[in-house]
């Protein structure tokens, strides 16, 4: 691992800021060896379809609301299983948009 600090904003700065996170550190792609790419770029895809989940259950009135708050619950619980699984160089590949359409 040679820039650790990008792995932890990657992963775990996805709580905080959301898809801003491993947004930054996919953008700093040039500074990640390339153990760390294959782990940034799951959590980059994880936030990018909780992104349009989460648009789409904000049009359902009450229920929507329910499972946002599932989907936020979600998002920290993967963020730190990426994190744990970081550490080995392993990137964790939750449920996202992409795995279905590849």
């Known amino acids: 691992m040679k820039n650790k600090g990008l792995m932890i904003l ?7 800021i959301g898809i ?8 700093c792609k040039d500074n ?29 009135p009450v229920l929507g609301r329910l499972l946002s708050f599932a989907l936020v619950v979600t998002n920290i619980v993967y963020a730190i299983m990426a994190f744990v699984a970081a550490k080995d160089n392993k990137p964790l590949t939750p449920l996202s948009i992409y795995e279905f359409v590849k």
Do not use: Q, R, Y
């Open 20 to 27: 801003f996170a491993p947004l930054i550190a996919w953008l």
């Open 10 to 16: 990657g992963t775990l700065g996805a709580i905080i």
């Open 32 to 60: 990640l060896d390339g153990s760390e790419k294959p782990v940034i770029a799951t959590m980059l895809n994880f936030e990018i379809s909780l992104l349009i989940i989460g648009v789409i259950l904000n049009f359902i």
